[in-house]
């Protein structure tokens, strides 16, 4: 009788672990879809590129070098 309740301890214990598992990547897929969707327009990457040319224009002619 008592390895009967141990054993279904046991199971409810993996339905329970398996539940989280399974939610934890249900989660990260979502988060993941969503993480680049504001890439997606264009129109804030060119203006990132755009500030990224202009500050390592400055870095150029200021001579500071991080490497």
Known sequence: MVDQVEEKDSNTMNKVLAGIMIL???GVVLLKS???EHLESGASTASTQQAFET???KRKAE???FY
């Open 63 to 65: 001579k500071n070098d």
């Open 24 to 26: 934890t990547v249900v």
């Open 34 to 36: 969503r993480e680049t």
């Open 55 to 57: 500050a390592n224009e």
